[in-house]
């Protein structure tokens, strides 16, 4: 049985989910709303920052919607448990409400963490090749900045 989920992130790039979930179809790009983008995560393997979706009322984030059948795969890609949580969100598809899942940070930094330059760009990619809305790009590089001027070393 096949699973929606919504990715906002790396995993927008179908090649990171062509290596991590195999037999994944992507269904189209996808809005989660009342929510913003953040980096709100320290990496365990390279401690820089990487994606969350945070509340908030007033603010959307756009990212691909796929249809997985390997949720076991994806639960471990994500470290599902420990550092992100699954979670049942509404995402909107050409304007028609879908149920899925996405994964958000389990215990966020208290400060936007910065991303590797690496990280971000394979974001952005993603975004301009799937065709996300250029104003919401426009927020993504807001969030990179964001991060490189307010994240603090680790402790």
């Known amino acids: 049985m096949s699973v929606a989920y919504f990715a906002y992130g790396a995993n927008m790039a179908q090649a990171v989910m062509d290596?991590?979930?195999?037999?994944?179809?992507?269904?189209?790009?996808?809005?989660?709303?009342?929510?913003?983008?953040?980096?709100?995560?320290?990496?365990?393997?390279?401690?820089?920052?990487?994606?969350?979706?945070?509340?908030?009322?007033?603010?959307?984030?756009?990212?691909?919607l796929y249809e997985v059948e390997d949720l076991a795969a994806l639960d471990a890609k994500e470290g599902a448990g420990?550092?992100?949580?699954?979670?049942?969100?509404?995402?909107?598809?050409?304007?028609?409400?879908r149920d899925a899942i996405t994964y958000k940070v389990t215990r966020p930094e208290p400060h936007p963490v910065a991303p590797s330059d690496e990280y971000i760009e394979?974001?952005?990619?993603?975004?301009?090749?799937?065709?996300?809305?250029?104003?919401?790009?426009?927020?993504?590089?807001?969030?990179w900045a964001e991060s490189a001027s307010s994240s603090r070393p680790p402790s």
Do not use: K, M
Not at 19 to 27: E, L, R
Not at 42 to 50: A, E, H, L, N
Not at 82 to 97: E, H, I, K, L, Q
Not at 125 to 141: F, H, K, M, V, W
């Open 122 to 143: 394979g974001i952005l990619d993603a975004a301009r090749l799937r065709g996300l809305p250029g104003a919401y790009i426009e927020e993504l590089l807001r969030a």
């Open 19 to 64: 290596d991590h979930c195999p037999g994944n179809v992507a269904v189209g790009i996808a809005e989660l709303r009342q929510h913003r983008f953040a980096f709100s995560r320290r990496s365990v393997r390279t401690g820089t920052g990487v994606s969350d979706v945070v509340a908030d009322p007033a603010r959307s984030v756009w990212g691909v």
């Open 82 to 97: 420990w550092a992100y949580d699954r979670c049942d969100v509404t995402v909107f598809v050409d304007g028609r409400a």
